[in-house]
């Protein structure tokens, strides 16, 4: 499986932006998804992850919890992150992942990586 993210770019505060996830292969349905960011100078942090069935339970971080929103689609084995009420804080480097095998919050966990977008926020 190969993902490629897209959608980064500069935003001001406030602002929404709707990251993309495009996905290779024909198993990505059966994967769970999950977005993650890294700020400069930080480690990489879980940002919220989509199960691949049983509804598609979702789950976020509490500093981004009623601001972004996780979704896919199967169909178009594509996965997408909906991010709303921008603070300067969100400004990172997001990379979506497939394929966890630990807890669906742990980056170590999933196997394969897309190459990243770039999120700007400015105050």
């Known amino acids: 499986v190969q993902l490629q993210a897209s959608g980064g770019g500069l935003v001001q505060a406030g602002g929404s932006l709707r990251l993309s996830c495009a996905a290779s292969g024909r198993t990505f349905s059966s994967y769970s998804m999950g977005w993650f960011r890294q700020a400069p100078g930080k480690e990489r942090e879980f940002v919220a992850a989509?199960?691949?069935?049983?509804?598609?339970?979702?789950y976020y971080a509490d500093s981004v919890k009623g601001r972004f929103t996780i979704s896919r689609d199967n169909a178009k084995k594509a996965g997408y992150l909906q991010m709303n009420s921008l603070k300067p804080e969100d400004t990172a480097v997001y990379y979506c992942?497939?394929?966890?095998?630990?807890?669906?919050?742990?980056?170590?966990?999933?196997?394969?990586w897309g190459q990243g977008t770039l999120v700007t926020v400015s105050s």
């Open positions: 989509i199960r691949w069935g049983g509804g598609g339970s979702t």
């Open positions: 992942a497939a394929q966890s095998t630990l807890d669906i919050r742990l980056a170590r966990g999933y196997r394969y």
